[in-house]
RNA sequence: GCCCCUUUCGUCUAGCCCGGCCUAGGACACCUCGCUUUCACUGAGGCGACCAGGGUUCGAAUCCCUGAAGGGGCGCCA
C-alpha cells in the first residue's frame, strides 16, 4: 500500500453531476493506480440543503459507477467522521488556533482568514464597495497538471459564517489534513481558490498536498460549463435509460485522458494500469451525447448473450412489454434475434414490443416513405393468397414466395422485404426478415399481413 | 473590472516537454461505394484542423512575444 491517499467530497445536493462523477472517478483512478487509499468524505456543512436522501443518491451512483471507497460512510476508516456535520467541534478547535495565532478575527459576527502584507482600503468596481486590499506575496501552486501557478490572495476571507458554521475554504483545508490526503484532485474551478487554500495550509504550519486541477466539461452547445439542466448533465439519466455503468465510466475516462496505447474502448483494469494525474489534458472537453451513446453500444454488442438477457429482462418488464406469463424459452430466442441490432437498452421495448403483441403501432413515417416508392397495401395484399397456401414462413419458402409473386405481379421480389416488414413489425429496421418471421409463425404473420391489408389498402 | 487557466478536424483527441520522421494520425458524427434479394453488422474510401500576428531557426503544430477567443474564480455557496 503506497502512501498516495485522494478524496472525494462532494455535498449532497439531491443529483450527482457528470463532471463530479469525473472528479471523483479521476481521484478513484488515481488510488488505484498507485495502491492507495480513496477517501469518500461528505461535505454537508449547509444543512438546509442536505437529507439523507440527497445522500443516497450520490452513495448509489458512485456504486453504480463501480467506484468503491476505502473510507468513509458505510465504510469507516481511521480518520473519520467522514460526515462535516459531525466534525464540527473539531473545526471550532482549528479555528481556535488560528485565532490563537493571530490570523483569524471576528468582524461583522463572522470569522474572517488575516492575509500577512501590507493594507490599503480599495473600491473594487466588481462587487461595488469598499474592502481592505492586502498586499500578500503570491502563493505558489505546483500543480500536477497545469504546472506552476502563481496567484495572490488579495483579501482577507470569511471563514466562519455569522450562523457559526464554517465556510468550505477552512474545512475543506482542516479535513484534508485530517484525513492526510497527499492529492487533492479536483475541478478547474476550484484552481484561482487554491490560493486561499494554501494560506490556510501555511498559517496551519502544514506542508500542502500536492494539487491536480482537471479541465471541465462544458456543454455540447451554447457556453458554458455543463449544468444539471442540460441533458446528459446527471449520473441518474444514465442510470434511468439503462445506459451500462462500465460504458459512462469508459466514456467520462476519455473525457480529459487518453491511454497511451491508443485505444478508447477498454477495460477498466487497463485504464487503471496506465492511469497517471501527469497525463490528464489541460483544456476543457465539450460533452458529446452521440460519442456517449457510441460507448454504450459497444458494450451492449460486447455482453454475452446472458447477460444481455438478464439485462433486458427487467427494462421489458419496467416497460410493461412483457410479464410474469411471458414464455421464458421466447423471450430468450427474441432477445437473441435483436441483441446484434440494439444500439441502447432503453429503445429496446419499443424495438421488440410486436413480439409480445398483435397491438402495434405502425410507424408512419416509415410507411409514408414506402408509400412514395410503391403501394406496401398492394404487396400485402399479394402475399395473402400465397401465405395462405404455404405450409410455413421459413426462409426457403418466403424466398420461393417472393420469386413467384414478383414475377406474376412484375415486381421485384426484394419490393416484397419492406411491406412485409412493415406489416408484421409496424417497423422499417429491426432484426433480419426471415428470422423474424419464423419465430412469429405463420398464423401470426399471415394475420398482421391481413390486418395490414384491411387498414392501409386504398 | 481584476486575477487564473486554456486554444490541433463539427466533437473527443495523438503529436508539443526533448523543433525536422507531420503532404498532421486515430475515434465519434456525416457522406460515397462494396457485401447483404430486406434490416443491421461489416469492409473500403471521402469530407475535415495546427486561433491570429510577429519573432527565433536552414527548418515550428512543436520554442518565445503580443493579441484575440473560450473557460473559470473574485459569496457569511460548495
Same mark, same amino acid.
Given at each position: 500500500?503506497?502512501?498516495?491517499?485522494?478524496?472525494?467530497?462532494?455535498?449532497?445536493?439531491?443529483?450527482?453531476?457528470?463532471?463530479?462523477?469525473?472528479?471523483? &472517478?479521476? +481521484?478513484?483512478?488515481?488510488?488505484? !493506480?498507485?495502491?492507495? $487509499?480513496? #477517501?469518500? *468524505?461528505? @461535505? =454537508?456543512?449547509?444543512?438546509?440543503?442536505?437529507?439523507?436522501?440527497?445522500?443516497?443518491?450520490?452513495?448509489?451512483?458512485?456504486?453504480?459507477?463501480?467506484?468503491?471507497?476505502?473510507?468513509?460512510?458505510?465504510?469507516?476508516?481511521?480518520?473519520?467522521?467522514?460526515?462535516?456535520?459531525?466534525?464540527?467541534?473539531?473545526?471550532?478547535?482549528?479555528?481556535?488556533?488560528?485565532?490563537?495565532?493571530?490570523?483569524?478575527?471576528?468582524?461583522?459576527?463572522?470569522?474572517?482568514?488575516?492575509?500577512?502584507?501590507?493594507?490599503?482600503?480599495?473600491?473594487?468596481?466588481?462587487?461595488?464597495?469598499?474592502?481592505?486590499?492586502?498586499?500578500?506575496?503570491?502563493?505558489?501552486?505546483?500543480?500536477?497538471?497545469?504546472?506552476?501557478?502563481?496567484?495572490?490572495?488579495?483579501?482577507?476571507?470569511?471563514?466562519?459564517?455569522?450562523?457559526?458554521?464554517?465556510?468550505?475554504? &477552512?474545512? +475543506?483545508?482542516?479535513?484534508?489534513? !485530517?484525513?492526510?490526503? $497527499?492529492? #487533492?484532485? *479536483?475541478? @478547474? =474551478?476550484?484552481?484561482?481558490?487554491?490560493?486561499?487554500?494554501?494560506?490556510?495550509?501555511?498559517?496551519?504550519?502544514?506542508?500542502?498536498?500536492?494539487?491536480?486541477?482537471?479541465?471541465?466539461?462544458?456543454?455540447?452547445?451554447?457556453?458554458?460549463?455543463?449544468?444539471?439542466?442540460?441533458?446528459?448533465?446527471?449520473?441518474?439519466?444514465?442510470?434511468?435509460?439503462?445506459?451500462?455503468?462500465?460504458?459512462?465510466?469508459?466514456?467520462?475516462?476519455?473525457?480529459?485522458?487518453?491511454?497511451?496505447?491508443?485505444?478508447?474502448?477498454?477495460?477498466?483494469?487497463?485504464?487503471?494500469?496506465?492511469?497517471?494525474?501527469?497525463?490528464?489534458?489541460?483544456?476543457?472537453?465539450?460533452?458529446?451525447?452521440?460519442?456517449?451513446?457510441?460507448?454504450?453500444?459497444?458494450?451492449?454488442?460486447?455482453?454475452?448473450?446472458?447477460?444481455?438477457?438478464?439485462?433486458?429482462?427487467?427494462?421489458?418488464?419496467?416497460?410493461?412489454?412483457?410479464?410474469?406469463?411471458?414464455?421464458?424459452?421466447?423471450?430468450?430466442?427474441?432477445?437473441?434475434?435483436?441483441?446484434?441490432?440494439?444500439?441502447?437498452?432503453?429503445?429496446?421495448?419499443?424495438?421488440?414490443?410486436?413480439?409480445?403483441?398483435?397491438?402495434?403501432?405502425?410507424?408512419?413515417?416509415?410507411?409514408?416513405?414506402?408509400?412514395?416508392?410503391?403501394?406496401?397495401?398492394?404487396?400485402?395484399?399479394?402475399?395473402?393468397?400465397?401465405?395462405?397456401?404455404?405450409?410455413?414462413?421459413?426462409?426457403?419458402?418466403?424466398?420461393?414466395?417472393?420469386?413467384?409473386?414478383?414475377?406474376?405481379?412484375?415486381?421485384?421480389?426484394?419490393?416484397?422485404?419492406?411491406?412485409?416488414?412493415?406489416?408484421?413489425?409496424?417497423?422499417?429496421?429491426?432484426?433480419?426478415?426471415?428470422?423474424?418471421?419464423?419465430?412469429?409463425?405463420?398464423?401470426?404473420?399471415?394475420?398482421?399481413?391481413?390486418?395490414?391489408?384491411?387498414?392501409?389498402?386504398?
Amino acid at each position: 500500500m503506497s502512501e498516495v491517499r485522494t478524496r472525494f467530497a462532494p455535498s449532497p445536493t439531491g443529483f450527482f453531476h457528470i463532471g463530479s462523477a469525473r472528479t471523483a &472517478l479521476f +481521484n478513484w483512478l488515481y488510488a488505484r !493506480a498507485t495502491g492507495g $487509499t480513496f #477517501v469518500l *468524505r461528505i @461535505e =454537508d456543512t449547509d444543512k438546509e440543503r442536505n437529507t439523507q436522501e440527497f445522500l443516497d443518491v450520490i452513495l448509489e451512483s458512485m456504486r453504480w459507477l463501480g467506484m468503491d471507497w476505502d473510507e468513509g460512510p458505510q465504510v469507516g476508516g481511521d480518520y473519520g467522521p467522514y460526515f462535516q456535520s459531525q466534525r464540527s467541534d473539531f473545526y471550532k478547535q482549528k479555528v481556535r488556533e488560528l485565532m490563537d495565532k493571530g490570523r483569524a478575527y471576528e468582524k461583522d459576527g463572522a470569522i474572517w482568514f488575516r492575509l500577512e502584507g501590507e493594507r490599503e482600503t480599495v473600491y473594487d468596481d466588481f462587487l461595488k464597495k469598499e474592502y481592505e486590499r492586502v498586499h500578500a506575496a503570491p502563493v505558489i501552486i505546483d500543480d500536477i497538471i497545469r504546472g506552476r501557478v502563481e496567484r495572490a490572495e488579495d483579501r482577507d476571507f470569511v471563514i466562519v459564517r455569522g450562523n457559526g458554521e464554517p465556510v468550505f475554504h &477552512l474545512v +475543506n483545508v482542516v479535513d484534508d489534513i !485530517a484525513m492526510k490526503i $497527499t492529492h #487533492v484532485i *479536483r475541478g @478547474e =474551478d476550484h484552481l484561482s481558490n487554491t490560493s486561499k487554500h494554501v494560506e490556510l495550509y501555511k498559517a496551519f504550519g502544514v506542508e500542502p498536498p500536492k494539487f491536480a486541477h482537471i479541465p471541465l466539461i462544458l456543454k455540447t452547445e451554447g457556453s458554458g460549463k455543463m449544468s444539471k439542466r442540460d441533458r446528459g448533465a446527471l449520473i441518474e439519466e444514465y442510470q434511468s435509460r439503462h445506459f451500462l455503468p462500465a460504458a459512462v465510466r469508459n466514456f467520462l475516462c476519455m473525457l480529459g485522458w487518453t491511454p497511451k496505447d491508443g485505444r478508447e474502448i477498454l477495460p477498466i483494469e487497463d485504464i487503471i494500469a496506465q492511469f497517471d494525474l501527469a497525463d490528464v489534458h489541460q483544456a476543457n472537453a465539450r460533452f458529446d451525447e452521440r460519442k456517449m451513446a457510441f460507448f454504450n453500444q459497444e458494450y451492449l454488442r460486447a455482453l454475452p448473450d446472458e447477460s444481455f438477457a438478464w439485462l433486458a429482462a427487467p427494462v421489458l418488464g419496467e416497460a410493461k412489454v412483457i410479464d410474469d406469463k411471458t414464455d421464458e424459452d421466447y423471450l430468450q430466442k427474441v432477445l437473441a434475434l435483436c441483441k446484434p441490432k440494439m444500439n441502447a437498452l432503453d429503445t429496446l421495448p419499443n424495438f421488440v414490443g410486436y413480439f409480445f403483441t398483435e397491438d402495434f403501432p405502425i410507424d408512419e413515417k416509415a410507411l409514408a416513405k414506402q408509400s412514395k416508392r410503391g403501394d406496401p397495401a398492394a404487396r400485402c395484399r399479394e402475399l395473402v393468397p400465397a401465405l395462405e397456401a404455404a405450409a410455413d414462413v421459413a426462409p426457403a419458402t418466403i424466398d420461393a414466395l417472393f420469386e413467384k409473386l414478383g414475377a406474376e405481379n412484375g415486381v421485384k421480389p426484394t419490393d416484397y422485404f419492406a411491406p412485409m416488414r412493415l406489416a408484421v413489425s409496424g417497423q422499417a429496421g429491426g432484426p433480419g426478415l426471415h428470422e423474424l418471421l419464423e419465430l412469429l409463425g405463420k398464423e401470426r404473420v399471415l394475420s398482421r399481413v391481413k390486418k395490414f391489408v384491411e387498414k392501409f389498402a386504398k
